[in-house]
């Protein structure tokens, strides 16, 4: 998978071949977000968690440093419910953790979609390294969050130039649906209708 061209990297239309990894996504660094993309990114970390859970994909949840950080938004730990098991950690990228790159290699999925903080940061150095490990990484661009929209912009430029498919949470969603026949299309497709 790692010599593939980005141009010819497999889009994840597999269910069991797919993952999804919530980075960072905590009170305090939330708030440091400029609004209103704050807003707008968090309601598509929540249809895409909405979303991951009806597909039953493995659902990987990361906490930077919580005590200086705090946990996971309150929303979606709400919406994963029993789903939210985070795994804490100082490590930039998700793969340099142990623990959490035992548990995506665990998981057995090829396709790990990302969304969560930030996107110049912990998000880029995750794709960045699950490619390396030969993963094939998808960003939800509008799920993703930095401080600054400069810095959203650039680490999305690298993201891409380094062959990483970024696209938004529906293209994930409806390739991953597949049809629209389906009563799986139907309990997903609401999501949408308020975005």
């Known amino acids: 998978m790692q010599d593939l061209p980005p141009a010819v990297r497999p889009a994840p239309t597999s269910r069991e071949e797919t993952g999804l990894i919530l ?42 440093y919580p005590s200086g950080l705090g946990t996971t938004l309150p929303s979606l730990r709400q919406i994963l419910g029993d789903a939210y098991q985070p795994l804490s950690k100082v490590s930039f990228s998700c793969c340099g953790d142990g623990r959490i790159r035992a548990w995506i290699e665990e998981a057995g999925c090829t396709h790990w979609i990302l969304i969560g903080m930030e996107t110049h940061v912990c998000v ?10 030969g993963k094939v990484p998808h960003v939800a661009a509008d799920a993703v969050l930095s401080r600054t929209k400069q810095n959203w912009r650039l680490a999305i430029g690298a993201l891409r130039a380094a062959g990483v498919r970024v ?23 609401p999501l949408f209708k308020e975005a």
């Open 167 to 189: 696209v938004p949470v529906e293209t994930l969603i409806f390739q991953l649906l597949g049809e629209a026949a389906t009563d799986l299309f139907r309990q997903v497709a």
């Open 23 to 64: 980075v960072d996504a905590q009170e305090r660094l939330f708030r440091a977000m400029p609004e209103p993309a704050a807003s707008a990114q968090l309601a598509n970390m929540e249809r895409m968690l909405q979303a991951a859970l009806r597909l039953q994909l493995p659902i990987l949840v990361t906490e930077q």
């Open 124 to 133: 880029y150095l995750t794709a960045l390294d699950l490619v390396h490990i």
